[in-house]
């Protein structure tokens, strides 16, 4: 929402809004808008969706908005994966920097994107945003290319199983002009358009290929880009992690397709400085790096560790806030596998959300998993006693990761 209240303003229109968790919905909000803009996250019993209806007033769905004000460019490239979106959006962005595009991404830029620019001008033909997958939102979208980085199940509130996801990708792939997918990604691999399909990955079968990896320092990544069998460039992740591989793959493809040299994408992908949120250092615990991510599903967590376990010199210290009751009821098993990449694990109360609670969910069924299979873990619902139990254990040597979709964010950067 809040990066459509800065595109719409860049517009000239003039934008005001609420939010639920700081200054909550009121009906007086309304009054006096000619149009009113909802997430598909609010139930229809919502007190500034029905005075709006009551007054006459338009409304309109977050995703249908998107959908209308992409529809005015030329161009739209929409970066779509149940993991990774955020990131290779803001890296395609930074690819594309050459054509001047307009990006619509759901996270915060560092401060060091500068080059990634969310306005409008009149000189934009190219748009980019990331497609969301929750509620089949991306299908108010259009796209000329449309990437898809993985699929997998997730949004259980709404998806019944893998096969309802996969299917919802499927509507997806078929509205893209031109399609892009991962090629080591199988449920990817499946999706047609009927059109031009591309595929990016590390195997032979690649038309973007990236191969000759090397681990730079920090942990992050170059490569070859192979197009078509042929080098094309050197690539550069400059963020920490293997996973961002596939993310520079991605973007450098998808500027590529949209007319870029691909030297020239690769050499501006190395100005991007990265999306807040996404292993980002924050803070400081005992002479120990503290790290803020947005990881909330099992295999974003995993990856997160396996980079935070090569950054350490000492052990993973990770807490983790789950988001949701859906989620963690339907992936618990998969949470605490994963957070076995850990040395030391924190459990704190679920994140509700959007949702109520579900009797018997809470964030003790991980913690039970994991000591049954020994593994250090403790459930602290405070984050007071949370940073108390941090501070007697962690020295200098280790990495302190606060993981989750909500508000554990705030208790990250409150490490000072």
Known sequence: MRSLMELERSRLNIVTGSDANLSGHKKENVHGADLVVYTCAVGEDNVELM???RLGIPTVERARLLGQLAATYPSVTAIAGAHGKTTTTAMTAAAMQSLSPTVHIGGDLNPLSKEVRPLHTDKCEHFITEACEYRRSFLELKPTLGA?????????DYYRDFDDVLSAFDSFAKRCKTLLVNSDDRASMYLNNGGAKYTFGLNALAY?????????????YSFDLKIGGRRAARVHTCQPGFHNVYNALCAVSAAVLNGVDPIAAAKSLKMYGGVKRRFERV???????????????PKEIRATLLNAKKCARGKVYAVFQPHTYTRTLSLQDEFAKALKEADDVVLMPIFPAREKPIEGVTSHNIV???????????????????LKYLKNRVTEKDIVIFLGAGDVDKLARSCK
């Open 283 to 297: 803070g400081l615990m005992c002479g120990a790096a503290v790290v803020s991510d947005y990881a909330h599903h």
């Open 51 to 53: 005075e709006a209806r």
């Open 368 to 386: 039970l998993k994991m000591i049954r299979d020994g593994r250090k873990a403790a459930y602290i619902d405070t984050f007071c006693d949370v």
């Open 148 to 156: 898809v980085l993985n699929v997998d199940l997730d949004h259980t």
């Open 208 to 220: 973007f290929k990236g191969e000759n990896l090397r681990c730079e320092s920090g942990n992050s």
